[in-house]
C-alpha cells in the first residue's frame, strides 16, 4: 500500500505543477469561462478531453503531441478546477 500511496502523491503533485504553469501561462482563463458561462463551460472542456483519449486509442498517427497521459492529466486538473470554482461561488 506504501507504494501506491506514494505514486498517488507523484501524480498529484505533477497536477499541481502543470495547474500552476498553465495558470501562468494562460491566466485564470478557467474560471472565467466559468464565470461567464457556467457550469456547461468545464464540461465542454473534459468532453473534449475525453474525446481526445477515445481518439488517441483508436488512432496513434496525431498531428498534435499529446499523450494519453497528458490529456488525462488534463481531464483530472479540470475536474480538480471544476470543484474549486464550484466551491467558491457556492458561497456568492
Request: with cysteine; aromatic share 10%; net charge negative.
Amino acid at each position: 500500500m506504501e507504494n501506491e500511496l506514494n505514486e498517488y502523491q507523484q501524480i498529484i503533485n505533477k497536477l499541481y505543477k502543470i495547474y500552476v504553469d498553465k495558470n501562468h501561462d494562460y491566466g485564470n482563463s478557467f474560471d472565467d469561462t466559468c464565470d461567464e458561462f457556467g457550469l456547461i463551460a468545464p464540461v465542454i472542456r473534459m468532453n473534449d478531453k475525453i474525446k481526445r483519449c477515445k481518439s488517441v486509442l483508436k488512432n496513434n498517427d496525431f498531428k498534435v503531441n499529446e499523450s494519453l497521459e497528458d490529456t488525462i492529466s488534463d481531464l483530472a486538473n479540470y475536474c480538480i478546477m471544476t470543484l474549486m470554482w464550484m466551491k467558491k461561488n457556492s458561497k456568492k
